[in-house]
């Protein structure tokens, strides 16, 4: 039985992964899967990635293409989630913020410098017309820490995926002023190369069943309610989450990779475009 430690957020994303280990989908294939929660997100995961803490990640885009470019050995094997992400800016519930142009100037809560929370703040910079490098940002690690920091006025606004923090917009305690869509594919799933190149027929092994769970997940009976449940959100949202949201089980495209690189170079958080090749290995 090969064991595989991966690594992902504890979102409504990551269910089809749950439910094949609960289901030992994994296991009759001679797969041990283990899996830890990050709830502080992905530059928590590409630390772990780098201290082989992890062996696999389901990641954000870009912000495994901007550590692997800063040395982090590890290669995208496939697309995750092939739609956009939708993070919602977050305000205080209290606070005097009441549109977007308020917050020109003020400072970011994010769960860590390399987190998606981080990167997206420099695309809605962009995407606003403001100068992304006048950014100053409060790291707060997760969201409870986000809560406390625009609460105690530290930051002003917290960007983090719409309806993982709906919840927290529906009892008053955020208020949400827009949404910042990424503008390629959000999650990949990305795996250490020491660990890859020992064990790739495992590694393939795990996505194809993986594959297979996510190709009819939302075909599943009553899979609204258990996503509901376990995650605490109304149904209504799930179903208007799940409407907009598309597994994929390809390799992300060049296209894909290009467009990430080019938006990442333009705002400075990469010194230089690589070749899409030193990013991923394709089965």
């Not at 100053?136 to 920091?149: C, H, L, M, S």
Request: a negative charge.
């Amino acid at each position: 039985m090969k064991n595989i430690r991966v690594g992902g957020v504890p979102e409504h994303f990551n269910l089809p992964w749950h439910l094949s280990m609960e289901n030992k989908d994994f296991e009759k294939q001679g797969l041990e899967l283990t899996w830890k929660d990050f709830p502080d997100g992905t530059g928590a995961m590409c630390k772990a990635l780098r201290d082989n803490e992890i062996d696999v990640s389901v990641i954000l885009t870009e912000g495994i293409i901007k550590d692997i470019i800063a040395g982090n050995k590890v290669k995208i094997v496939q697309e995750y989630i092939g739609s956009s992400l939708k993070w919602g800016i977050h305000v205080a519930e209290g606070s005097g913020y009441k549109n977007l142009e308020d917050l020109q100037d003020e400072k970011v809560a994010i769960s860590r410098y390399g987190s998606g929370s981080h990167l997206m703040a420099f695309v809605n910079a962009r995407r606003l017309g403001w100068e992304p490098d006048k950014l100053e940002f409060e790291v707060v690690t997760d969201i409870e820490g986000a809560v406390k920091a625009l609460k105690d006025g530290d930051a002003a606004y917290f960007m983090w995926e719409h309806f993982t923090t709906k919840p927290l917009v529906d009892r008053g305690i955020f208020r949400r002023l827009g949404d910042c869509p990424t503008p390629w594919p959000c999650f990949v799933i990305a795996v250490r190369e020491e660990f890859l190149k020992e064990n790739q027929d495992a590694v393939k092994q795990m996505l194809d069943t993986l594959n297979y769970k996510t190709k009819d997940f939302k075909e599943i009976p009553g899979i609204e309610k258990q996503l509901s449940e376990r995650y605490g959100q109304k149904e209504e949202d799930i179903k208007e989450w799940l409407k907009m949201t598309s597994w994929s089980r390809e390799l992300i495209s060049e296209t894909e990779l290009d467009r990430v690189q080019d938006h990442l170079k333009e705002l400075d958080l990469i010194p230089e475009k690589v070749r899409n090749s030193s990013l991923i290995h394709p089965f």
